[in-house]
């Protein structure tokens, strides 16, 4: 008897074309889960390093009886330079996240060391270390940041200079404009300011933290290199809370101008460098995320929102060590009051 082989059919167009689409839509499906998973790993991480900078000013208070600085000035090396502003508080807790080595090579007494004429010195020669525990893994660091500003238009970030090693961890200051010294500062951190042997600068303790270290903002992020204005804010205010709340509101705090183009000035350009806001903290002044424009131009400004790029809000790190995350939507004034210090508004955390 004959045998008769037939060939095995193979797929018709229509059947692979189907297939095709089949595969896509389960790739559409499974896309968005893997990159949300992937985004929860990174923002788990960032919740980690924060918990380790609290951690650190914890340990630190424990051993100096103060909260780190958020810089320094020396009135007396250079008269009136405000370069002397050298150092940032994120420098002297290095030893208590495990950076001895790195700690041991800052040198506190160089002023402005970053200069042309003070080059070289040890400092500029570990400012572009990366410091793992100052990034935040869902920032690439780049200045690839889109943003659209409050006219409509969309800006877009730059890096940051390549001498330094950025950051994306900022100290809060308070719902405040500027930065200040001695005891003044309306947030967490403050400055110190040395101005001759009998005029020492004074250090700010957990004790002066009257609000409660559990109701009161430390620290919180921001984005590398996101789109600034390099002006200060178009009206002053006095140090106090009152003030600076009937100046400076949610939907307007009074910055405008040219955009900064400088990269040695751009948002979180180095963890090192104690200069400017730009480098070292934020204001409540501006909700999670703002719609506004952050702007300074000279070292005292300090219009900076905490931002972020996890989805619907920023993490913060609380005075007493715990990680929160702040919502864009939150109530303005509730998120103004935990930047205060010793304001005496009853804001807590949800």
């Keep these: 008897m004959r045998t008769v082989r037939r060939n095995p059919r193979g797929f018709t167009l229509v059947e692979l074309l189907v297939v095709i689409a089949i595969i896509g839509v389960l790739v559409g499906l499974l896309l968005p889960a893997v990159q949300s998973a992937r985004e929860a790993a990174r923002r788990m991480q960032c919740s980690n390093n924060l918990k380790q900078l609290g951690l650190a000013i914890q340990n630190y208070h424990d051993t100096m009886n103060a909260i780190a600085p958020l810089r320094d000035r020396n009135d007396v090396i250079y008269g009136s330079d405000w370069n002397t502003q050298i150092i940032s508080w994120r420098a002297r807790i290095l030893p208590y996240m495990e950076q001895q080595p790195l700690y041991d090579r800052v040198d506190f007494t160089i002023p402005h060391w970053w200069s042309g004429n003070q080059r070289p010195n040890t400092n500029w020669t570990i400012a572009p270390t990366v410091v793992a525990s100052f ?101 002053n205010a006095s140090g106090t809370y009152a003030a600076q709340a009937a100046t400076y509101t949610q939907t307007d705090n009074l910055c405008a101008g040219n955009p900064s183009t400088s990269s040695t000035n751009a948002r979180g350009n180095s963890w090192l460098r104690g200069y400017s806001a730009n480098d070292l903290s934020f204001s409540t002044l501006m909700s999670p995320n703002s719609d506004l424009w952050d ?14 790029q996890h989805p619907g809000g920023v993490l913060v790190g609380v005075g007493d060590g715990s990680v929160q995350f702040m919502a864009e939507t939150v109530d303005y004034a509730t998120y103004r009051a935990l930047g205060g210090s010793f304001d005496g508004e009853t804001a807590q955390f949800d």
């Excluded at 006219?151 to 877009?156: D, M, P, S």
């Excluded at 559990?214 to 204005?229: C, K, Q, V």
């Excluded at 702007?295 to 972020?308: F, L």
């Design 135 to 235: 990034r935040c893994p869902s920032d690439g660091g780049n200045g690839n940041v889109n943003w659209i500003d409050p006219a409509g238009n969309k800006q877009t970030g730059h890096p940051s200079n390549s001498n330094y090693g950025a950051t994306n961890y900022f100290a809060c200051t308070g719902p405040d404009a500027q930065l200040r010294w001695n005891g003044k500062s309306l947030g967490f951190f403050d400055g110190i300011r040395y101005q001759g042997p009998t005029r020492r600068g004074s250090t700010r303790d957990f004790g002066s933290i009257t609000d409660g270290l559990s109701n009161t903002i430390a620290f919180s992020e921001g984005i590398i290199g996101h789109p600034r204005i390099n002006e200060n804010p178009s009206a």
């Design 295 to 308: 702007c300074h131009k000279n070292s005292n400004w300090a219009m900076y929102a905490a931002r972020s």
